[in-house]
């Protein structure tokens, strides 16, 4: 295939699949923490570590992973202890962390209106072998602390108190966390960009929910989709000239859509088969179940 032959792509594909597998694996926490545009808060401030990466002529992936993990830290301590004035503060960081992106990379003799566009939007040509590197170091780092610590993340992620009292070091794990997170906006930055990185983290994973029943198989499920829409949308991109960004996310919401109308008639389905018959008639009682029920980890 032509596509496998240009270095490029070959460059942009192994980082579509490695964004395509940890963005879902961190995003799955974040729904279940109610947290999904935490990802969003993040990639603005990862443009200031952008912005100082052309400004002292480093990396900026790396610089961004910095800055990032930075923001990411100040705003779980926002969220733990912050009271009425904690919305403000993320605001500011936010929108601060992106205006700060903006003015270091025009203040930087090598940065420019193009390069600002690759990392808000991603671009396929743009990745280098340096960024191949720090991707896959940072992708590995998030495998290894999603699934290695899956059970405390998901016993945190679900309640915190009841965590607590089980022993587990809450405070540690919802760093661990946000810090994860930070990484996965840096993987995903050159491929995705900084303004549609949170939708990869949110919108496999929302469309994995409506067929699969566990913490598991949405897990499974939502990685699966993550990598496909990101191949398919990087292909897509080189034959079509589209964005890439946009396009992988207009594939991961046209693949929720489609997923969510699948599952309505099966939600139909699983309800009749649960009514029970009763003296000849069909009547409808109420199904509980405890919180553990569904979940396999």
Known sequence: MEILELAFMQRALLAAVLVGITAPAVG???V???QALMGDGIGHVAMTGVGLGFL???????MAAIVSIAGAIAMELIRAYGRTRGDIALALLFYGGMAGGVML????PTGSNANL???LFGSLSTVSEEDVTAICLLAGFVILVTVGLRRQLFAVSQDEEFARVTGLPVRALNLLVAVTAAVTVTVAMRVVGLLLVSALMVVP?????QLARSF??????AVLIGTGVTLTGTATSYYQDVPPGATIVLMAIAVFAALTALAAPLARRRARAARPAVDGCDVDVPVTRGPADDVKV
């Open 216 to 221: 598991r198989m949405t897990f499974a499920l």
């Open 28 to 30: 799955i926490y974040l």
């Open 105 to 108: 990379i025009n203040l930087s």
């Open 56 to 62: 002292m002529s480093t990396n900026p992936v790396w």
């Open 205 to 209: 994973v929302a469309a994995a929910q």
């Open 32 to 34: 279940q923490r109610r």
């Open 117 to 119: 566009t690759s990392y």
